[in-house]
């Protein structure tokens, strides 16, 4: 299994940056398709952006297509989320999330094995 590890939440005003990492540890993550959800209070998980290991296979959802960029370090075992241009309706917990092998891009929950302890990002109006 493999373990993760988020930081980079915090405050910010609308309009504002914030870059969430993810670190991960484990066995080789050759085949490993990363994920970012993310909770607001009373909702469920919302997936926000996937990429598999090697970088090249990226997706994003509407809402935050040509906002939010993922990315991956691979020498760091590291995927980062870069948050830009935030609205107060991105206020949420923000997970991360692996699962091992994939043919598509995952946005289902349930279709990741392992998560982070989640980051809390609240963007302020």
């Known amino acids: 299994q493999v373990q993760l590890v988020e930081s980079g939440g915090g405050l910010v005003q609308a309009g504002g940056s914030l870059r969430l990492s993810c670190a991960a540890s484990?066995?080789?993550?050759?085949?490993?398709?990363m994920g970012w959800f993310r909770q607001a209070p009373g909702k469920e998980h919302e997936f926000v952006s996937a990429?598999?290991?090697?970088?090249?296979?990226?997706y994003y959802a509407d809402s935050v297509k040509g906002r939010f960029t993922i990315s991956r370090d691979g020498a760091k075992n590291t995927v980062y989320l870069q948050m830009n241009s935030l609205k107060p309706e991105d206020t949420a917990v923000y997970y991360c999330a692996a699962r091992r092998g994939y043919s598509h891009i995952y946005t289902n929950k349930d279709e990741y094995d392992s998560w982070g302890q989640g980051t809390q990002v609240t963007v302020s109006s």
């Open positions: 990429i598999n290991w090697s970088g090249k296979m990226t």
């Open positions: 484990g066995r080789t993550f050759s085949d490993v398709f």
